[in-house]
């Protein structure tokens, strides 16, 4: 079983910034994608970002690329999202995710295929 907590969320103003993290803890293969996937109210779940993390080879939605920054640190078990230049439109609940296969991390990646997840963490974008 593998356990995810997320924390860094809260208000900010458009055009401000954020940094969420992901410790992740369990049984982690050797081979293995995180995510993160955010959902707004009445909204799909969308996935953000993800990373292969035997390479560190990552995936960006269109939305965000070039605004936000995935990133890790093996030592810690913790994934981050750096998050620059925030829209209203970014305000979400933000989740991250464990796949147990690094080929998970491709384009489109969907959450369907990760098997464990956080319980999320708010983000506000707002005047």
């Known amino acids: 079983e593998v356990r995810l907590v997320e924390s860094g969320g809260g208000l900010v103003q458009p055009g401000g910034s954020l940094k969420l993290s992901c410790a992740y803890s369990g049984f982690i293969s050797d081979d293995y994608a995180i995510a993160w996937f955010r959902q707004a109210p009445g909204k799909e779940r969308e996935g953000v970002s993800c990373?292969?993390?035997?390479?560190?080879?990552?995936h960006y939605t269109g939305s965000v690329e070039g605004r936000f920054t995935m990133s890790s640190d093996n030592a810690k078990n913790t994934a981050y999202l750096r998050m620059n230049s925030l829209k209203p439109e970014d305000t979400a609940v933000y989740s991250c995710?464990?796949?147990?296969?690094?080929?998970?991390?491709?384009?489109?990646?969907?959450?369907?295929?990760?098997?464990?997840w956080g319980q999320g963490t708010q983000v506000t974008v707002s005047s």
């Open positions: 995710a464990y796949g147990d296969r690094a080929i998970y991390c491709v384009p489109r990646f969907r959450p369907n295929w990760y098997d464990a």
């Open positions: 990373m292969d993390m035997t390479d560190e080879t990552g």
